[in-house]
């Protein structure tokens, strides 16, 4: 027979979401915090530079000056651009910190739910220990034990595949970006041995779609360091993942450089590239604590049968 029975497996399942959700919580508040601060600097750096723009399309003594000189429309598309980088940039980041915001809600209303979860397993557990020890003596107590670790590996399994699916999503977004870019450098090679306007509209729309396609990693990113707040992976993997929530800014300002000549898309290519080798890392780190948990399970489940078998003997 089964000691640990749906309403105790019900309850550890409980206990093990709870804890789930604690760690997510923390590190979706991490985030939050990390994006405010960043959403406030490019909000003040985003108007600083339509400020610029402003007064060289109004009347002010450096719009006089550059008349005079001759490079009003050099100096304005230069403003106009640095402000449209700046909009963009905050954009994405006022995004991810709305997405932050909602997933943490989402978060503490669900833990709200699970308030007291684990005193009651704790309770039904040691309630259930006594008659199980009483009634089947040591053998039963061991099978008791057993099963409540099985059903431990069952909830670790649940969560590391939460979080490899994220991995594989943040893993393909930063596929979809290289793709982009390399399309981008394709065509920038054109451009640059005199392909013309169309060769530059084209390169141009390269760049808009990767623009798009990295604010996507990006959120797949957070999603995926969010989703590993409660596994634990080695220590120097961690210290790379730590660094997801930064890659879109040093991409975009690449992408906002003189707009985008080749050398500044190979920059975003390298660092895409090394994003997409750290996901592949952590990815083969939990796809390993998995099938370790999925080798003591195995291992369990023998130990299980055998003790039934025993008992069945007797």
Same mark, same amino acid.
């Not at 550059?66 to 006022?94: H, P, Q, T």
């Not at 431990?152 to 893993?171: D, M, N, P, S, V």
């Not at 120097?236 to 975009?252: M, T």
């Given at each position: 027979?089964?000691?640990?029975?749906?309403?105790?497996?019900?309850?550890?399942?409980?206990?093990? $979401?709870?804890?789930?959700?604690?760690?997510?919580?923390?590190?979706?508040?991490?985030?939050?915090?990390?994006?405010?601060?960043?959403?406030?600097?490019?909000?003040?750096?985003?108007?600083?530079?339509?400020?610029? !723009?402003?007064?060289?399309?109004?009347?002010?003594?450096?719009?006089?000056?550059?008349?005079?000189?001759?490079?009003?429309?050099?100096?304005?598309?230069?403003?106009?651009?640095?402000?449209?980088?700046?909009?963009?940039?905050?954009?994405?980041?006022?995004?991810?910190?709305?997405?932050?915001?909602?997933?943490?809600?989402?978060?503490?209303?669900?833990?709200?739910?699970?308030?007291?979860?684990?005193?009651?397993?704790?309770?039904?557990?040691?309630? @259930?220990?006594?008659?199980?020890?009483?009634?089947?003596?040591?053998?039963?107590?061991?099978?008791?034990?057993?099963?409540?670790?099985?059903?431990?590996?069952?909830?670790?399994?649940?969560?590391?595949?939460?979080?490899?699916?994220?991995?594989?999503?943040?893993?393909?977004?930063?596929? $979809?970006?290289?793709?982009?870019?390399?399309?981008?450098?394709?065509?920038?090679?054109?451009?640059?041995?005199?392909?013309?306007?169309?060769?530059?509209?084209?390169?141009?729309?390269?760049?808009?779609?990767?623009?798009?396609?990295?604010?996507?990693?990006?959120?797949?990113?957070?999603?995926?360091?969010?989703?590993?707040?409660? !596994?634990?992976?080695?220590?120097?993997?961690?210290?790379? !993942?730590?660094?997801?929530?930064?890659?879109?800014?040093?991409?975009?300002?690449?992408?906002?450089?003189?707009?985008?000549?080749?050398?500044?898309?190979?920059?975003?290519?390298?660092?895409?590239?090394?994003?997409?080798?750290?996901?592949?890392?952590?990815?083969?780190?939990?796809? @390993?604590?998995?099938?370790?948990?999925? @080798?003591?399970?195995?291992?369990?489940?023998?130990?299980?049968?055998?003790?039934?078998?025993?008992? $069945?003997?007797?």
């Amino acid at each position: 027979m089964a000691y640990y029975d749906e309403e105790l497996q019900r309850l550890q399942e409980q206990v093990s $979401r709870q804890k789930q959700l604690e760690a997510k919580a923390r590190e979706l508040r991490a985030q939050r915090g990390e994006l405010q601060r960043r959403a406030d600097e490019l909000a003040a750096a985003s108007r600083r530079e339509q400020a610029d !723009v402003d007064k060289l399309e109004g009347r002010s003594l450096a719009a006089f000056f550059y008349n005079v000189i001759g490079k009003m429309d050099e100096r304005l598309d230069k403003e106009r651009e640095e402000a449209y980088a700046a909009a963009v940039k905050y954009d994405a980041a006022a995004g991810e910190l709305a997405a932050a915001e909602r997933e943490l809600a989402d978060c503490e209303a669900e833990l709200a739910g699970l308030n007291g979860c684990e005193q009651r397993y704790n309770d039904a557990l040691r309630e @259930k220990a006594r008659a199980v020890k009483a009634a089947g003596g040591s053998e039963a107590a061991e099978l008791l034990r057993l099963e409540e670790r099985a059903a431990f590996l069952a909830a670790q399994q649940r969560e590391l595949a939460e979080a490899i699916a994220a991995g594989e999503a943040a893993l393909q977004a930063a596929e $979809r970006v290289l793709s982009e870019l390399n399309s981008a450098h394709n065509w920038g090679t054109w451009d640059m041995l005199g392909g013309g306007l169309l060769t530059t509209a084209v390169k141009h729309s390269r760049l808009d779609e990767a623009q798009r396609e990295v604010e996507e990693m990006q959120s797949q990113l957070r999603r995926f360091k969010t989703e590993l707040a409660d !596994v634990t992976i080695d220590a120097s993997l961690q210290v790379n !993942v730590d660094g997801f929530l930064r890659v879109a800014d040093f991409i975009f300002d690449n992408l906002f450089v003189d707009w985008a000549v080749l050398s500044e898309i190979s920059r975003s290519e390298e660092q895409v590239r090394q994003v997409h080798s750290q996901i592949e890392d952590v990815l083969a780190e939990l796809e @390993k604590t998995k099938a370790a948990a999925g @080798k003591e399970q195995a291992a369990l489940a023998e130990q299980i049968e055998t003790l039934l078998r025993e008992a $069945r003997q007797a």
